[in-house]
Protein backbone atom coordinates (compact mmCIF):
# COMPACT_ATOMS: atom_id res chain seq x y z
CA UNK A 1 0.00 0.00 0.00
CA UNK A 2 2.92 2.31 1.18
CA UNK A 3 4.61 1.77 -2.35
CA UNK A 4 1.30 2.27 -4.79
CA UNK A 5 0.89 5.66 -2.97
CA UNK A 6 4.47 6.67 -3.21
CA UNK A 7 4.31 6.02 -6.62
CA UNK A 8 1.18 7.71 -7.35
CA UNK A 9 2.36 10.79 -5.45
CA UNK A 10 5.73 10.60 -7.47
CA UNK A 11 3.85 9.86 -10.83
CA UNK A 12 1.91 13.13 -9.97
CA UNK A 13 4.36 15.18 -9.23
CA UNK A 14 5.90 14.86 -12.69
CA UNK A 15 2.59 14.53 -14.24
CA UNK A 16 2.71 10.90 -15.75
CA UNK A 17 0.43 7.94 -15.31
CA UNK A 18 1.01 5.73 -12.88
CA UNK A 19 1.90 3.08 -14.23
CA UNK A 20 4.28 4.40 -16.68
CA UNK A 21 7.18 4.68 -14.01
CA UNK A 22 7.80 3.21 -10.72
CA UNK A 23 9.07 4.77 -7.43
CA UNK A 24 12.55 2.30 -8.15
CA UNK A 25 12.79 3.88 -11.28
CA UNK A 26 12.69 7.38 -10.01
CA UNK A 27 15.23 6.96 -7.47
CA UNK A 28 17.54 4.87 -9.76
CA UNK A 29 17.18 8.50 -12.36
CA UNK A 30 17.63 10.37 -9.17
CA UNK A 31 20.61 8.80 -7.65
CA UNK A 32 22.14 7.27 -10.58
CA UNK A 33 21.25 8.85 -13.70
CA UNK A 34 24.08 10.18 -16.19
CA UNK A 35 21.64 12.53 -17.75
CA UNK A 36 21.40 16.14 -15.76
CA UNK A 37 18.10 17.22 -16.87
CA UNK A 38 16.53 13.58 -16.08
CA UNK A 39 18.38 13.76 -12.66
CA UNK A 40 17.01 16.90 -11.57
CA UNK A 41 12.86 15.92 -12.57
CA UNK A 42 13.48 12.64 -10.59
CA UNK A 43 14.84 14.14 -7.58
CA UNK A 44 12.58 17.07 -7.55
CA UNK A 45 9.74 13.99 -7.79
CA UNK A 46 11.29 12.63 -5.00
CA UNK A 47 11.74 15.81 -2.69
CA UNK A 48 8.14 16.74 -3.27
CA UNK A 49 6.62 13.68 -2.41
CA UNK A 50 8.34 13.59 1.17
CA UNK A 51 7.81 10.57 1.61
CA UNK A 52 11.55 9.73 1.93
CA UNK A 53 13.27 9.35 5.02
CA UNK A 54 15.84 12.39 6.27
CA UNK A 55 18.96 10.35 4.62
CA UNK A 56 17.47 9.74 1.74
CA UNK A 57 16.27 13.08 1.27
CA UNK A 58 19.65 15.25 1.73
CA UNK A 59 21.33 12.17 -0.97
CA UNK A 60 18.25 13.40 -2.78
CA UNK A 61 18.97 17.42 -2.16
CA UNK A 62 22.95 16.31 -3.23
CA UNK A 63 22.15 14.88 -6.22
CA UNK A 64 19.94 17.05 -7.53
CA UNK A 65 23.01 19.89 -6.71
CA UNK A 66 25.40 17.52 -8.69
CA UNK A 67 23.07 17.23 -11.41
CA UNK A 68 22.17 21.74 -11.16
CA UNK A 69 26.26 21.61 -10.97
CA UNK A 70 27.07 19.66 -14.26
CA UNK A 71 25.12 22.18 -15.81
CA UNK A 72 26.89 25.50 -14.89
CA UNK A 73 23.50 25.99 -12.29
CA UNK A 74 26.20 26.71 -9.17
CA UNK A 75 23.79 28.90 -7.32
CA UNK A 76 21.12 26.37 -7.40
CA UNK A 77 23.29 23.88 -6.91
CA UNK A 78 24.41 25.67 -3.51
CA UNK A 79 20.99 26.07 -2.63
CA UNK A 80 20.57 22.25 -2.75
CA UNK A 81 24.15 21.49 -1.14
CA UNK A 82 22.69 23.87 1.72
CA UNK A 83 19.88 22.21 2.46
CA UNK A 84 21.83 18.56 2.10
CA UNK A 85 24.00 19.88 4.36
CA UNK A 86 21.22 21.24 6.94
CA UNK A 87 19.68 17.72 6.82
CA UNK A 88 23.30 15.96 7.57
CA UNK A 89 25.97 18.02 8.14
CA UNK A 90 28.63 14.90 8.57
CA UNK A 91 28.45 14.26 4.94
CA UNK A 92 31.88 15.15 3.64
CA UNK A 93 30.79 14.68 0.41
CA UNK A 94 28.56 16.98 0.28
CA UNK A 95 30.70 19.62 1.76
CA UNK A 96 33.15 18.45 -1.12
CA UNK A 97 31.28 19.20 -4.11
CA UNK A 98 29.90 22.17 -2.51
CA UNK A 99 33.56 23.48 -2.53
CA UNK A 100 33.67 22.58 -6.23
CA UNK A 101 30.48 24.68 -6.93
CA UNK A 102 31.95 27.89 -5.14
CA UNK A 103 35.78 27.33 -6.92
CA UNK A 104 33.49 27.13 -10.27
CA UNK A 105 32.40 31.27 -9.41
CA UNK A 106 35.24 32.32 -8.07
CA UNK A 107 34.84 32.24 -4.64
CA UNK A 108 37.97 30.62 -3.45
CA UNK A 109 38.10 31.35 -0.16
CA UNK A 110 34.38 30.06 0.42
CA UNK A 111 35.68 26.83 -1.73
CA UNK A 112 38.76 26.06 1.20
CA UNK A 113 36.14 26.41 3.52
CA UNK A 114 34.19 23.72 2.35
CA UNK A 115 37.26 21.29 1.44
CA UNK A 116 38.27 21.80 5.28
CA UNK A 117 34.89 20.88 6.36
CA UNK A 118 35.47 17.80 4.10
CA UNK A 119 38.62 17.14 5.19
CA UNK A 120 37.60 17.45 9.10
CA UNK A 121 35.25 14.64 8.66
CA UNK A 122 37.25 12.44 6.30
CA UNK A 123 40.69 12.83 6.88
CA UNK A 124 41.70 10.60 4.51
CA UNK A 125 39.93 11.88 1.20
CA UNK A 126 42.52 11.99 -1.30
CA UNK A 127 39.98 13.82 -3.28
CA UNK A 128 39.22 16.69 -1.05
CA UNK A 129 42.65 17.13 -0.84
CA UNK A 130 43.14 17.55 -4.05
CA UNK A 131 40.54 20.15 -4.37
CA UNK A 132 42.12 21.76 -1.69
CA UNK A 133 45.15 21.86 -3.58
CA UNK A 134 43.89 23.21 -6.93
CA UNK A 135 41.43 25.75 -4.75
CA UNK A 136 44.78 27.46 -3.00
CA UNK A 137 46.85 27.78 -5.84
CA UNK A 138 43.87 29.36 -7.14
CA UNK A 139 43.73 31.45 -4.12
CA UNK A 140 47.11 32.75 -4.33
CA UNK A 141 48.01 30.16 -1.45
CA UNK A 142 50.07 27.48 -4.02
CA UNK A 143 52.91 26.72 -1.61
CA UNK A 144 50.05 25.63 0.94
CA UNK A 145 48.46 23.75 -2.22
CA UNK A 146 51.47 21.55 -2.88
CA UNK A 147 51.54 20.57 0.88
CA UNK A 148 47.73 18.94 0.15
CA UNK A 149 48.53 17.39 -3.63
CA UNK A 150 51.48 15.74 -1.95
CA UNK A 151 49.45 14.32 0.84
CA UNK A 152 46.85 13.51 -2.06
CA UNK A 153 49.72 11.51 -4.14
CA UNK A 154 50.68 9.82 -1.19
CA UNK A 155 46.62 8.37 -0.56
CA UNK A 156 46.17 7.99 -4.11
CA UNK A 157 49.92 7.92 -6.39
CA UNK A 158 49.28 8.39 -9.61
CA UNK A 159 46.36 10.26 -10.01
CA UNK A 160 46.20 12.13 -13.02
CA UNK A 161 43.95 14.77 -11.61
CA UNK A 162 46.27 15.02 -8.77
CA UNK A 163 49.12 15.00 -10.69
CA UNK A 164 47.61 17.94 -13.40
CA UNK A 165 46.67 19.82 -9.85
CA UNK A 166 50.31 20.34 -8.71
CA UNK A 167 51.60 21.10 -11.74
CA UNK A 168 49.42 24.00 -11.58
CA UNK A 169 50.13 24.91 -8.04
CA UNK A 170 54.25 24.62 -9.72
CA UNK A 171 53.46 26.45 -12.37
CA UNK A 172 51.97 29.76 -10.42
CA UNK A 173 54.90 29.24 -7.92
CA UNK A 174 57.22 29.70 -11.29
CA UNK A 175 58.55 26.13 -10.71
CA UNK A 176 58.75 25.63 -14.18
CA UNK A 177 60.65 22.31 -14.53
CA UNK A 178 58.40 21.24 -11.50
CA UNK A 179 55.51 21.59 -13.12
CA UNK A 180 56.09 20.66 -16.53
CA UNK A 181 57.17 17.34 -14.38
CA UNK A 182 53.91 16.74 -12.97
CA UNK A 183 52.25 17.83 -16.44
CA UNK A 184 54.41 14.99 -18.68
CA UNK A 185 53.14 12.53 -15.35
CA UNK A 186 49.88 13.44 -16.23
CA UNK A 187 49.67 13.24 -19.58
CA UNK A 188 51.56 9.70 -19.83
CA UNK A 189 48.64 9.00 -17.35
CA UNK A 190 45.82 10.62 -19.75
CA UNK A 191 47.37 11.45 -22.44
CA UNK A 192 44.25 14.03 -24.37
CA UNK A 193 43.73 16.03 -20.96
CA UNK A 194 43.94 19.38 -22.69
CA UNK A 195 44.50 21.44 -19.36
CA UNK A 196 47.39 19.70 -18.73
CA UNK A 197 48.68 20.36 -22.15
CA UNK A 198 48.00 23.85 -22.05
CA UNK A 199 49.58 24.30 -18.58
CA UNK A 200 52.54 22.32 -19.89
CA UNK A 201 52.73 24.13 -23.05
CA UNK A 202 52.68 27.66 -20.90
CA UNK A 203 55.59 25.94 -18.66
CA UNK A 204 57.81 25.07 -21.63
CA UNK A 205 57.18 28.75 -22.68
CA UNK A 206 58.17 30.11 -19.63
CA UNK A 207 61.15 28.13 -19.19
CA UNK A 208 62.24 29.39 -22.93
CA UNK A 209 61.13 26.20 -25.49
CA UNK A 210 58.67 28.40 -27.30
CA UNK A 211 58.36 25.44 -29.92
CA UNK A 212 57.60 22.93 -27.39
CA UNK A 213 55.25 24.79 -25.72
CA UNK A 214 53.52 26.49 -29.00
CA UNK A 215 52.75 22.17 -29.65
CA UNK A 216 51.40 21.54 -26.62
CA UNK A 217 48.97 24.53 -26.72
CA UNK A 218 48.03 23.95 -30.27
CA UNK A 219 47.42 20.00 -29.05
CA UNK A 220 45.42 21.57 -26.09
CA UNK A 221 43.28 23.74 -28.77
CA UNK A 222 42.53 21.03 -30.80
CA UNK A 223 41.02 18.95 -28.75
CA UNK A 224 39.09 21.81 -26.97
CA UNK A 225 38.49 24.75 -29.04
CA UNK A 226 38.54 27.05 -25.68
CA UNK A 227 40.78 25.88 -23.76
CA UNK A 228 42.68 29.22 -23.72
CA UNK A 229 39.24 31.26 -22.92
CA UNK A 230 39.13 29.14 -19.86
CA UNK A 231 43.21 28.81 -18.54
CA UNK A 232 43.12 32.70 -19.18
CA UNK A 233 40.25 32.94 -16.23
CA UNK A 234 42.54 30.45 -14.36
CA UNK A 235 45.36 33.23 -14.53
CA UNK A 236 47.00 30.87 -17.07
CA UNK A 237 48.19 32.83 -20.44
CA UNK A 238 51.91 31.69 -22.04
Known sequence: MVRTILTCVLSAALGIPVLAQNYE???????????????????????????????????????????????????????????????????????????????????????????????????????????????????????????????SLRLRPGNASTLASRGFANLRLKNYEAAIADYDAALRISPGNPYALFGRGTAKRLRGNLSGGDADIAAAKAIKADIADEMAKLGVAP
Open 25 to 151: DLSKKCYESGNPDQAIEACSAVIKAGLVDRNDLAAAFKSRANAYDDKGQYDRAIEDYDRAIAINPNDAAAFNDRGTSYRAMGQYDRAIQDYDQAIRLMPNSAMALNNRCFAKALADQPEQGLADCNE
